[in-house]
């Protein structure tokens, strides 16, 4: 006979095996390998002997079920706390047994899917909805087909579990969450890194992001003191006060509650007795705190920017045929290879489906038109940041006459038929600018040309402003050109308002550019920046001249006479009809993604009539404009608490998805943000529709400071009262998941401020760097700079993760 294999790294105990044994295993009963070790008589009569440890465990056991008066264990406490207690695989597969519910006895106590109860913390059978023995309000016994599905399903309950036999190379990083769900809900591949059991049971998933939770709130880094410190008696019987920070050696240092660092491959078991008091409660729901990693950008391992954790976890990645990896061939060609169109299914596309949404402008650092904006506190607050930037109308901007963005919206009884413009007026725009004395981008030459591509309008304009360098190799504008000008921007901004109409669309490359010239707004615009996106993503952009080579098979910007702003207008102009006719996802093959909303949209649930699978995404401010204009249904909130009443209000099916209609949703992605808040680490400063709210939060949570612009924090007992309400937040969750879901909570990113501080003075030195001397620099740039960016990044990309199954 073989050996059986052990690991060192588990307890070493044998597996009970004797007549008592086998027989209890032949009628089917409990398996008496849990009997004190000593010559000690179990019910039956047996004697049994096992290792000591194991008695103890029994009498453990004995003396929490004589306290909570149950006669049995739920199975969250049947199972090892710690990888270190967890018992062989011979041993395991015997015990294992003892999970089945007994013939011989009543299955509500042995039902491992009962609730919790409030006074003692465990598992109450009356509380199960789902009992198989007898209804406690008619008191009538169920069906032998409902008792024989509830036996299945308790012998193959769903679980995500971490095997010790597993070997991770690397980090968890926020795609393999991702690919978690996609391979729990839809057409994913099975992970490597977890262990997933019966996962057909698995019927929704709930993910939530709760920023501000970090590794040092588990290892001691971070201390967690609590304001209501406990009472314990000394020796002498007088009371001493303990905190709930960690302990602290002699000499002070903070000793590591769990043995885990940001360096580790391998989760850490959760215990309590290695928490502090306001984590305890994530015992009850996860049974491993998983260290993970966020995307970052670097070069040659320097990191200089952070990916968005939403964005990341929301987009999913598009596996490439083997045609699309043969699509970059290799040869002495200079520039971007001609778009291969050979096996493409045109597919038409009004030019509405192109309007970049607010998001989308605010990361191409648009000025936002008024008309985004619903609210009179958002309007303001929209107001206040354009007037601190020096964009206001007192700072000679203008608004387009649109009230809201419902004025732009055209019947489907004025569209002719098969028309892409979908009855609204397509202008491009390109303008050329110059270096006034000040160093500041003036307007110099505009052009706009309809969409039959004739020239609406075409002028030099002459600034206000000396001109200190006329850029001629790149605006093609001379000092004679200029010479007998007398059109000013104002009468640029007066001939615009009366020609853009709300029916008006505004389309360019880098369009940004053109209006700060213009220093004027527009809600309605389409950027080919944003429409071909950069491989890397934003903030990187493709230059107008390799989608000219690219897609239109065009040489434009050539020569040393500079550009033509006509010309660059009817180029930007191209691409976009050229994507009308091809379709959404043309001009996108090497990003190559979507929204994991829509690849869940084309799988099915099962056991239905190909009905398919909804997401749901629930955030702070509306979150329909930005990551959850692809989802279901999208809901608003204005704090944490209403976070958690939306959770369980779209698990009841209640949530009203985009048709008007209430859906039952598969997918929920959601964010808890007061945490982050407290910590200091919002990082929505462009968001208007979020501005009021986080006003509003801050007063609620009593964080308004006197200066405005000083920074947030809390620290000590106030952070224990902000961790422990969001710690309270996702046990209300939990509490509210029908069984069987899947319960993902990620803490996305680390502390981003620094990385915000450093990023605002490296653009603050490439705008000086372009104009003034090295030794007239306010800031300068170094390599010791670009270290401490690094570092800064590689420590925000560190965070923390919990999965399990309720």
Same mark, same amino acid.
């Given at each position: ?6 690991? /060192? ?18 009628? /089917? =009963? ?7 070790? &000593? ?16 008695? #103890?465990?029994? *009498? ?25 207690? $967890? ?28 609730? #919790? ?32 599905? *509830? ?21 968890? #990083? ?75 050696? *002699? ?11 940001? %360096? ?22 996860? =049974? ?56 493409? %299914? ?58 809201? @963005? ?49 020239? !609406?309008?075409?002028?030099? !304009?002459?600034? /206000? ?20 000008? &007398? ?64 897609? @239109?098979?065009?040489? !434009? ?8 702003? !006509? ?39 099962? #056991? ?94 009593? @964080? ?30 939990? *509490? ?16 981003? $401020? ?53």
């Amino acid at each position: 006979m073989t050996k059986r294999k052990r690991n /060192d790294y588990y307890d070493k105990e044998s597996v009970d095996v004797g007549l008592g044994a086998t027989l209890a295993h032949l009628r /089917d =009963e409990e398996h008496p390998s849990t009997a004190p070790s &000593t010559a000690a008589n179990d019910e039956e009569g047996w004697t049994v002997v096992s290792s000591k440890r194991r008695r #103890k465990e029994r *009498e453990s056991s004995q003396d929490d079920r004589e306290n909570d008066g149950r006669p049995h264990s739920s199975r969250r406490e049947r199972r090892s706390t710690s990888a270190e207690a $967890r018992e062989p695989r011979d041993a395991r597969r015997d015990c294992s047994k003892e999970r089945r519910p007994s013939r011989s006895r009543d299955h509500n106590n042995h039902n491992p899917f009962a609730a #919790k109860s409030e006074a003692t913390g465990r598992l109450s059978p009356s509380a199960n909805p789902f009992s198989t023995r007898r209804n406690s309000s008619d008191n009538k016994v169920t069906s032998r087909e409902e008792r024989r599905k *509830e036996r299945k399903l308790d012998r193959h309950y769903p679980a995500i579990e971490h095997s010790h036999h597993a070997r991770l190379q690397s980090h968890v #990083k926020l795609v393999d969450l991702q690919s978690l769900v996609l391979y729990l809900l839809a057409d994913g591949n099975a992970p490597q890194w977890v262990s997933v059991r019966s996962r057909s049971s698995i019927q929704k998933v709930v993910m939530l992001m709760v920023p501000g939770l970090d590794l040092g709130m588990f290892n001691g880094d971070t201390a967690l003191i609590s304001a209501q410190p406990s009472q314990n008696l000394d020796k002498d019987g007088s009371s001493q006060a303990q905190n709930d920070a960690a302990p602290s050696a *002699e000499d002070g240092a903070l000793i590591k509650l769990l043995p885990i660092s940001p %360096d580790d491959f391998y989760p850490a078991a959760l215990r309590s007795s290695k928490l502090p008091a306001v984590l305890k409660p994530l015992v009850d729901m996860f =049974e491993h705190v998983w260290p993970i990693k966020a995307p970052g950008e670097h070069r040659a391992n320097q990191y200089h920017r952070l990916h968005s954790p939403i964005h990341t976890m929301l987009t999913s990645q598009i596996p490439k045929t083997q045609e699309e990896k043969h699509m970059k061939k290799k040869g002495n060609h200079k520039g971007p290879m001609p778009q291969n169109s050979k096996h493409w %299914d045109n597919k038409r596309t009004r030019v509405t489906q192109f309007i970049a949404s607010l998001t989308d402008q605010q990361d191409s650092e648009y000025v936002p038109h008024p008309a985004w904006f619903t609210t009179p506190e958002s309007k303001e607050a929209a107001l206040q940041r354009r007037r601190a930037a020096k964009q206001s109308p007192d700072d000679g901007w203008v608004d387009t006459n649109v009230a809201s @963005l419902g004025d732009g919206d055209v019947s489907e009884s004025e569209i002719e038929q098969g028309s892409v413009t979908a009855g609204r007026r397509v202008l491009s725009v390109d303008c050329e600018m110059c270096k006034a004395e000040n160093d500041e981008f003036v307007l110099t030459r505009v052009s706009f040309l309809d969409w039959d591509g004739s020239t !609406v309008l075409d002028k030099l !304009v002459k600034p /206000d402003l000396a001109i200190k360098d006329y850029l001629t190799q790149y605006s093609g504008i001379t000092a004679a050109m200029l010479e007998d000008v &007398t059109t000013t921007l104002s009468d640029i901004q007066k001939e615009l308002l009366a020609l853009i109409t709300p029916r008006t669309i505004l389309v360019g490359h880098s369009l940004n550019s053109d209006l700060n010239a213009l220093k004027l707004t527009h809600p309605f615009l389409i950027d080919t920046g944003i429409l071909f996106p950069h491989p890397r993503g934003p903030p990187y952009k493709q230059s107008l001249k390799w989608l000219a080579q690219k897609y @239109l098979h065009r040489e !434009v910007q050539k020569g040393s006479k500079g550009h033509d702003s !006509v010309e660059d207008a009817r180029t930007a102009l191209d691409l976009v009809k050229q994507k009308c006719e091809k379709g959404p996802t043309w001009g996108t093959g090497d990003t190559n993604a979507e929204s994991i909303f829509k690849r869940l949209g084309r799988s099915t649930r099962p #056991k239905s009539n190909n009905e398919t699978r909804n997401g749901a995404v629930i955030d702070w401010g509306e979150p329909n404009r930005g990551h959850g204009n692809q989802a279901t249904v999208s809901i608003g909130c204005k704090s944490d608490a209403d976070v958690v009443e939306a959770i369980d209000s779209a698990l009841k099916g209640s949530a009203v998805g985009r048709e008007g209609a209430t859906e039952n949703v598969d997918f929920i992605w959601a964010r808890l943000r007061e945490l982050e808040l407290c910590r200091g680490w919002w990082d929505d400063a462009k968001s208007a529709d979020v501005e009021a709210i986080r006003q509003f939060a801050l007063q609620r949570l009593d @964080l308004t400071k006197d200066d405005p612009d000083a920074d947030v924090e809390v620290r000590g007992s106030e952070l224990g009262d902000a961790v422990s309400r969001t710690i309270k937040h996702i046990a209300q969750i939990y *509490e509210s998941l029908p069984r069987c879901t899947a319960f993902i909570v990620y803490s996305g990113t680390g502390d981003p $401020r620094e990385i915000r501080r450093l990023q605002a003075m490296q653009q603050q030195y490439r705008r000086e760097y372009q104009t003034k001397n090295w030794d007239n620099l306010s800031v300068k740039w170094t390599d010791t700079e670009i270290q401490a960016l690094s570092k800064a990044c590689q420590e925000a990309r560190n965070g923390v993760a919990f999965i399990g199954v309720k």
